[in-house]
């Protein structure tokens, strides 16, 4: 059994990019999880197909490494604000965080969002500089504004003593102080600082068992596993143990059952143990009844702990059955009663996310944190198999004395100099209002802004283009703000397929010259699928499968051959940012399309006329 003064348990948390899964790999190398001849992916914890693609972490992650006597915890958080449940989530596991911030780019807006996590749960920190090696290292200066972020989070006293260190993850070297580590370096001094200056669990081992669920998994042989922390008392294998859960607060009989099976954390794996003491991270399983803020507590003493809270979704969009003339091509997952199991065992697992019914029983609603979790989510279902279609993002708005307000962004854009001007044209009829424009890098611009979030929806994109992709940009919730009126969409308007078929290049030559089109030569089209932009402000009805008039008069410029601009290339960010209020994004296996919500011209118009 390990008593809780030999346990640290400790969340690395950082803004995105800045090397949290970089340290972790090396922590595990350092430590001897891996063997020296052992290949190994880099970012071995960023397991999830998304995350290695788009180079972040979406969900909180936990492993165990030995130093000494004394077992760490690791939990490994993701930066971006749309994933907050999983860093809430990992704040609950630990009693210090580590905090990760790059020498060169110095505190940025998901930096300011976990750390005031930490500091709401109270937890002491050590702040760690990584790539002190980069040539554009100023880690004084960056230690400066981290003392600065500090102060402007109103960090209690006691939590403003910090060690300091500075690393270089990627080599697995670190040194104490500011300072550029040398090359016999290695991680003993961050090791040695964390048993040092991180408090030891706070948890009896004496008092009866206490132990809250912080997260959910799923496992093919032992069903739902249920993830998190014994806080007082010892988790014994084959004892009962009584499940609290929101039903026995309202007074109900908590249910009872022997505990069957329990894991611990071991380097990256789940190792069958036969206790856990307080202080020391659990899995769980044979409760399928269990859900994320359960309290697993001892049968004669049912005492539950607090629940975990999260901030509220601020984006809701619809998810429906595929009512496409292709639905049923291409996916396994087409009924309602599939999409609403998945959305199910999404929300059992993922906090932040909720649903709730709509009018119509094949539509359902989901709400989140933004933008980029709820494409994570539409993408992990495509991935699996499922067909939907999904609405434009709206925004949840609440009554604040007694007006109208909806959730307001405040981000962080790096851009070059010669594109400030850009940024703040895009933002202006976005309601966008500059804070703060500061020299970055040599040569680059810090921007810092506030915008209703209903005006962001496509701004990633448009920034991108405008700034030919060398634009940076963060942002996360700053609270709420009076309704800001009417706010633009896209400039052109829907080039809408007139009937089922396939798109012919001679079609598509004469349509290219009114407006940008969306789909290839010899793609399936149907009447309704939106398949270009037109120029013009309104919306056209087309014929993109006319083919060539077969006659036997030929003239030579005629029989070339048809040159074809390259189509927009449709992806699900930015087919959710294109699409109006009168329009759906088909999404299946294979592909994603736009469509309108009523196929037929003769629909619309008499929607229109109604």
């Not at 790999?25 to 891996?34: I, M």
């Not at 003593?161 to 500075?166: A, Q």
């Not at 049968?299 to 639905?327: A, I």
């Not at 970055?440 to 209703?452: K, L, N, S």
Request: charged share 25%; glycine share 8%; with cysteine.
């Amino acid at each position: 059994m390990s008593a809780p003064d030999a346990i640290r348990n400790v969340a690395i948390v950082a803004h995105v990019d800045h090397g949290k899964t970089t340290l972790v790999d090396a922590l595990l190398r350092a430590t001897g999880v891996f063997a020296e001849h052992q290949q190994v992916a880099d970012r071995v914890m960023d397991n999830v197909d998304q995350e290695r693609e788009r180079g972040i972490t979406i969900l909180a992650k936990a492993a165990s490494i030995r130093w000494g006597d004394t077992r760490i915890n690791l939990v490994d958080t993701p930066g971006h604000a749309d994933f907050g449940g999983e860093v809430e989530r990992a704040l609950a596991l630990v009693d210090g965080v580590l905090l990760l911030v790059d020498a060169a780019e110095g505190p940025l807006p998901q930096t300011r969002y976990v750390l005031s996590k930490a500091l709401e749960a109270g937890l002491p920190s050590i702040v760690l500089l990584n790539k002190v090696d980069r040539a554009d290292a100023r880690a004084v200066e960056v230690l400066d504004e981290i003392e600065q972020l500090y102060l402007d989070l109103d960090a209690p006293l006691e939590l403003l003593d910090f060690p300091v260190l500075s690393a270089i993850a990627r080599d697995g070297r670190v040194v104490t102080g500011v300072g550029e580590p040398g090359p016999d370096d290695d991680l003993t001094p961050l090791l040695d600082a964390i048993v040092e200056h991180l408090p030891a669990p706070s948890g009896s081992i004496e008092a009866p068992v206490q132990a809250i669920v912080t997260n959910l998994d799923a496992s093919d042989y032992l069903g739902r596993l249920a993830i998190g922390r014994v806080v007082h008392g010892v988790l014994r294998r084959g004892t009962p143990v009584a499940l609290l859960d929101e039903e026995t607060a309202e007074g109900q009989a908590p249910l009872k059952r022997k505990l069957t099976s329990l894991y611990g954390f071991e380097g990256l794996e789940q190792v069958e143990v036969d206790e856990r003491s307080a202080g020391d991270l659990f899995v769980v399983a044979g409760f399928p009844e269990v859900e994320i803020g359960d309290t697993f507590a001892d049968p004669e003493h049912p005492e539950p702990l607090p629940r975990l809270s999260v901030d509220e979704p601020v984006l809701r969009m619809t998810f429906g059955v595929n009512t496409s003339p292709l639905s049923g091509n291409e996916g396994k997952f087409l009924t309602s009663r599939h999409l609403r199991e998945r959305l199910a065992r999404e929300v059992l697992g993922n906090v932040s996310i909720r649903i709730a019914d709509t009018d119509s029983p094949d539509v359902i609603e989901v709400a989140g944190r933004g933008e980029l979790q709820l494409a994570v989510l539409i993408e992990s279902m495509r991935r699996e198999g499922y067909e939907l279609q999904v609405s434009r993002p709206e925004v949840v708005v609440r009554e604040v004395d007694g007006a109208r307000h909806e959730p307001l962004e405040r981000g962080v854009t790096d851009v070059p100099d010669e594109y400030v001007g850009a940024v703040t044209q895009a933002l202006a009829p976005r309601k966008g209002r500059v804070q703060d424009m500061r020299p970055g890098d040599p040569g680059r611009t810090v921007i810092t802004w506030e915008a209703p979030a209903r005006g962001l929806l496509g701004f990633r994109s448009l920034l991108l283009t405008e700034t030919r992709g060398t634009a940076l940009l963060h942002t996360h919730h700053a609270g709420w703000t009076p309704w800001a009126g009417e706010l633009p969409h896209r400039q052109g308007g829907a080039m809408i397929a007139d009937r089922l078929g396939v798109a012919t290049p001679f079609a598509m030559d004469n349509l290219q010259q009114r407006g940008e089109l969306f789909v290839h030569p010899g793609e399936q089209v149907y009447e309704g699928m939106v398949v270009g932009e037109s120029a013009r402000g309104e919306e056209m009805v087309v014929n993109i499968c006319k083919a060539k008039e077969k006659t036997n008069i030929r003239t030579h410029s005629h029989d070339e051959a048809v040159k074809l601009a390259p189509p927009r290339e449709v992806t699900l960010e930015s087919a959710i940012e294109f699409i109006a209020a009168d329009e759906l994004v088909e999404v299946t296996p294979a592909a994603i399309r736009i469509r309108k919500r009523l196929l037929t011209e003769a629909e619309r118009r008499r929607t229109r006329k109604r």
